[in-house]
């Protein structure tokens, strides 16, 4: 099956300065990447996905990027805030959907 | 609509005993999963259906049992409760296959004693 790993398991960060965490898969099957943020005793919640077909998405502060040679696919904060302080998680999709160990970012003020 | 629901919210077993953690979702939603949440581990994809009457093991199956008999509900078993089975559970669904956005019930806290 599927194998997420995710990197690094640790972020602190200024407020205002970027963030970015790294994930590689191994089905190069996988055609479906999300990225979820959960805040300490919440559910898991998508902010932003990729697909295969796509290189880049932006939304807002959030960017996503895929290199699906290389198999791997990252998620850029930039202008941190205070409350994107939480646990992000990669995921990729092929039959099924597996996650990344997680990030736990910390962004101070 | 509900959204995905899950009950109960807090559960504390004793080794041995049996239990149904339900879930149910409202959106009409053909794939449905359940994934367990360790500290460190992520989530872990534990059984999930691509619809009614077809379910398939996920990463850490056992232990656990599925079925889905409507689109509905997809409640996930634990046949005989051990304290590795201490964890948070999620039921999770998405229109058709995992290709699109899970959408997470609240949760279950289960302790195994």
């Known amino acids: 099956g599927e194998n997420v790993e995710q990197h690094p398991s640790t972020l602190s960060v200024q407020e205002g300065d970027s963030a970015v965490i790294k994930c590689t898969y191994s089905?190069?099957?996988?055609?479906?990447f999300p990225w979820y943020k959960q805040e300490l005793g919440k559910r898991p919640q998508l902010i932003i996905d990729?697909?295969?077909?796509?290189g880049e998405k932006k939304d807002q502060r959030i960017a996503v990027t895929l290199n699906k040679t290389a198999k791997h696919f990252s998620l850029h904060i930039t202008e941190t805030q205070p409350e994107d302080s939480a646990v992000y998680f990669c995921?990729?999709?092929?039959?099924?959907?597996?996650f990344g160990a997680g990030t736990r970012l910390t962004v101070k003020p | 609509n509900a959204g995905v629901t899950q009950t109960p919210k807090f559960q504390v077993l004793k080794t041995g005993q049996s239990m149904t953690l339900q879930c149910a979702q409202d959106?009409?939603?053909?794939?449905m999963s359940w994934y367990r949440q360790d500290p460190g581990m992520g989530l872990r994809l534990i059984h999930y259906?691509?619809?009614?009457?077809?379910?398939d093991q996920g990463e850490v199956p056992n232990g656990y049992n599925v079925s889905r008999s409507t689109t509905e509900d997809f409640p996930l078993r634990l046949l005989s409760a051990a304290p590795s089975q201490t964890s948070v559970y999620f039921c999770?669904?998405?229109?058709?296959?995992?290709?699109?956005?899970?959408?997470f019930g609240p949760g279950t806290r289960l302790t195994v004693l």
């Open positions: 259906s691509v619809g009614a009457g077809i379910t």
């Open positions: 999770a669904s998405s229109y058709q296959a995992p290709y699109n956005e899970q959408f």
């Open positions: 959106m009409n939603h053909e794939y």
């Open positions: 995921a990729a999709s092929s039959n099924d959907m597996r």
């Open positions: 990729i697909r295969s077909n796509v």
């Open positions: 089905d190069s099957a996988s055609n479906y």
